[in-house]
Each structure stands twice: as C-alpha cells, then as structure tokens.
C-alpha cells in the first residue's frame, strides 16, 4: 500500500510540474514576442578585436586548448555581436583538447587538469601519456587573429616589442604570443589589435592581473613583483590610447580581488590530523626550535606575546595548523633561529601546497613563504588592485568607454551568484565558476563574464542585449569538460 501511495503522489507531482511547466513554456513564448528588437546602439560591433591575457583567451583548468578557446568570453560577445552587425571573430586555436605547448617536440607546458573523482588531477594520470600537439615552432596559425589574448601576459608586456618573437623565447617571450605574431615576429600585442585591421569595436580585459597574480601565485617570496604604479598606468594609457585612436568603442573590465579565488582559499590553515604519538614526534622535532624561542625571550629580543606566537606544538586533534615561514616576524638570526611560526586563519594557504602537506610540508618540514600568503603580501595585493582600477576607471570615463566591474561580480560569487538557475561561487570543483587550477574560470564563468560585458555595452552605448533577450544562457555552458574530450 506504501508503494501505491508513493506512486500516486508521484503522479500527482509530475501532474503538477506537467501544468507548471505548461505555463512557463506559454510565459516564456509571451515574453519572447515582446522582446523588442536587438540593436546595436551606437556601437559597431563589424570588427571585433579583444585584447587580454589568459582570461580573453579562454585558458581554463590550467591550460589552453581548443574547447576552451571556443567558450573564451570574447568568442561568447562575438556570437551576440553577429546578431547585431558583427563580423568574423578568429581565434589562434590550438591543434587538441589535451592543451599544453611544445617547441620543436618538446613540450614547454602540460595538459590540462582532470576531475579525478576527489579532485583536481593531470590528464595523464588517468588517460596515460599523450602527444601535445601545439608546437610554437612547427605549426603557428597564422593571422591576423581577433583574439589577441596572451596567457601570462602582465600590462607591459601587451605593448613591448618582441614579446611574441620566439628568438626571445623564453627569457624575453611569451609562447602564446609566438602564435601570434606571424610575419611580424616582433609586433606587440597591441600592434597586431590596430595595424592589420582597424577594430571598431575593442574589448580590454586582465590588465594589470598578472601584474598582481604572478606575486600573489609564489605567495609574495620576491621572485614576481608587483609591478609599480607608474608602469602599470603607462602601459594602461598607450593600450586605450592606441585602440580609441583607431575611432573603436570599447568596453574595458576592472580586476577583481584575485585572493577571493579558490587557489587562495581552498587549503585551510589548519588541515593537518595527527595522532598522540605522531603529535609527540613533531613537537619532540621542534624542541631544539623552542628552547631556542625562550631563550631569545629571555635576552630580551622578543616580547611574550611573539614567543607565545613562535612557539610549535601539535596535539592530537583533526586540525593542527601547519608552521610557516614568516618573514614579518623578529629577526632572530643572530641566535640561529629562523622566523617559523604556527598559520593563523588571517595566513592564505596557495593550492600549490595541497599534494605536500600529506608528504610532512608543514609539519616536519615549514613551509617556505611560496607557499603562503600573509596578511601583510594580501594587503599589498589589495592595494595594488584598488590603484590599478582606479586609473582603469578613471581612463574609461575620459574615453567613454564600458567599465565592467568584474570586482563586484567575484566579490559576489564569494558568497554565491546567481546565474540563470545556477547559484555559482568561487569553491573548487563545486563552485561552478572557477576551473580546476583555482584562478581561471570554467565555461560557465565565462559566459557569466561576457553577459556582464553585454550589460555594460548596452549602459554605454544603447544597444539592447539584456532586453531583448540576447545574452548568453547558463544552460549552454558546463563547468567541466570530459576526460576524453574530443
């Protein structure tokens, strides 16, 4: 009897979405008819170029490849764009879907990251080796290409000669940017957006995110500096300048606060379980390093409050913080001491430090500052990125060009942003937004991206987008692609 009655409640529901589902297809043919019609505004989209870095390229779960060039947000604008007087849209595309660069036959960049089942994983671990197809020196597109996005590329590099010259590669140039450059090996990325073909419609994107991105991925140790303001604002300046003197419109997009991104927040500060006696030869190994703590204490060169701090210890609990290197902290070399303390959940543990922490990173070995963010490198970041979009705002007002607050949208996607019937945020693997390799977005995020760009031409320049109906559907776009991608 419990069976007939779940099977009439069944029926009774399906019964219900069957009429639900009725009227929505009816609702929905309503609002189609009273779409107005799609118009372009005062923008003419006959010749789109967008320039940019890996986001414009479409570089997702840590590689480039030719699904993820298609679902590249330019490639996505362009579609909508042909419905309203825009041309052809060209993309340098890759010659597989297993991504990765050669040079000559040997590879200079991996395959793309898989889904394993627990997490992100190279293609290869489970499909065994594979041949990377696209070689920089044997088989270039050639162009002149609409998508001029360089994966990698900071703002300076998009204006500097040579950088897509592969007789400077790789100490002075980009590999995406040797498949570029054709004929004119040493064009900048800029030159090839406004001598060949004279855009009339530009989109400009990630300037400036490598530029904080690079200093932010090797968690602040020096190695990438933040490039300086001046440089930044100069290189800013002669790419709008350049593209706006052609007569294009344009639209330009922000950067958003790049340690909300799921490479800087998937790994806890504390992720380590350990047992009494695994505890108990940990802090027996950090013996010599605390007496050294208190004896440093005692000379007077620490205060209490930052001997307490220094101090190791493990206990038998599911979540001991890992001991990281701090250079913020006293120096104490003179008593052979190294600056090591224990993260605190203000510290960004990188995603790079996830398949070490089980090996002893953190542990019995500390991790070094590559692999962590302190508040003070995350205050620099951030103050970086409030400056470089200020003179972003600050030059698209002067130009009358769109300004997409992509900072808003991530920002929002921290907490969960609704896309269609999809609530999207930045966590890894199950966010929906962000890919595999925790800073690039998955196809879905793209389109999520073009649709603000939509939304910010139609502000600007009166085109109708949103009204009538053409912006890009949820629907449409995954956030994974196949391990067997053909």
């Not at 890759?94 to 660069?101: A, M």
């Not at 696209?134 to 360089?150: A, K, Q």
């Not at 040579?162 to 800029?190: C, E, H, K, Q, W």
């Not at 991530?410 to 937004?433: C, R």
């Amino acid at each position: 009897m419990k069976s007939i009655k779940y099977l009439c409640l069944l029926a009774l529901a399906v019964g219900f979405t069957s009429c639900n589902d009725e009227e929505d297809f009816i609702e929905n043919q309503n609002e189609e008819v009273n779409r107005p019609a799609l118009t372009a505004g005062q923008a003419d989209f006959s010749n789109y170029v967008a320039v940019g870095a890996s986001f414009t390229a479409g570089f997702t779960d840590n590689a480039l490849f030719q699904a993820s060039q298609e679902n590249s947000f330019p490639n996505s604008l362009a579609k909508q764009f042909a419905k309203a007087g825009g041309g052809n849209f060209v993309q340098p595309l890759t010659n597989d879907n297993f991504g990765g660069l050669a040079a000559n036959g040997t590879r200079i960049t991996q395959p793309r990251l898989v889904f394993n089942g627990t997490g992100p994983a190279p293609l290869e671990s489970l499909i065994g080796p594979v041949t990377v197809s696209t070689d920089i020196v044997l088989n270039n597109p050639t162009g002149p290409f609409n998508n001029l996005g360089v994966p990698g590329a900071k703002s300076f590099h998009m204006i500097a000669p040579g950088y897509g010259n592969i007789m400077n590669f790789p100490s002075a140039a980009n590999p995406y940017a040797v498949r570029l450059t054709g004929n004119t090996p040493d064009a900048s990325m800029l030159e090839l957006a406004i001598v060949p073909q004279t855009p009339t419609f530009f989109t400009l994107s990630e300037v400036g995110g490598n530029d904080v991105l690079g200093y932010a991925t090797t968690g602040g140790d020096g190695s990438n500096p933040i490039t300086p303001q001046a440089t930044f604002d100069f290189a800013l300046s002669t790419l709008v300048n350049g593209l706006v003197g052609t007569g294009a419109k344009g639209a330009i997009g922000n950067l958003p606060n790049i340690t909300s991104l799921s490479f800087f927040t998937t790994v806890a500060y504390n992720p380590v379980p350990l047992d009494a006696a695994t505890a108990g030869q940990l802090n027996q190994g950090y013996a010599t390093y605390n007496g050294g703590i208190q004896f440093a204490l005692a000379n007077n060169a620490i205060s209490q409050e930052e001997a307490d701090r220094r101090t190791i210890v493990f206990s038998a609990i599911p979540d001991n913080a890992v001991v990281i290197e701090d250079e913020t902290l006293t120096d104490l070399s003179g008593f052979g001491i190294p600056s090591y303390r224990q993260a605190e959940p203000t510290d960004l543990i990188l995603l790079t430090a996830a398949s070490q922490i089980p090996s002893g990173l953190g542990t019995q070995n500390p991790m070094s500052d590559s692999f962590v963010l302190l508040p003070s490198e995350q205050q620099e970041i951030a103050d970086a990125t409030i400056a470089y979009n200020a003179s972003i705002a600050a030059i698209a007002n002067a130009n009358g060009l769109a300004l997409v607050d992509l900072n808003s949208i991530l920002n929002q996607a921290t907490m969960g942003i609704q896309f269609d019937d999809y609530n999207l945020s930045t966590n890894l693997v199950t966010g929906g937004l962000v890919s595999l390799d925790g800073v690039h977005l998955t196809a879905r995020g793209y389109a999520l991206m073009a649709n603000a760009f939509l939304k910010a031409i139609d502000a600007t320049y009166g085109s109708n987008f949103e009204a009538s109906g053409n912006l890009n559907k949820a629907e449409d776009f995954n956030v994974s692609y196949p391990v067997l991608l053909q």
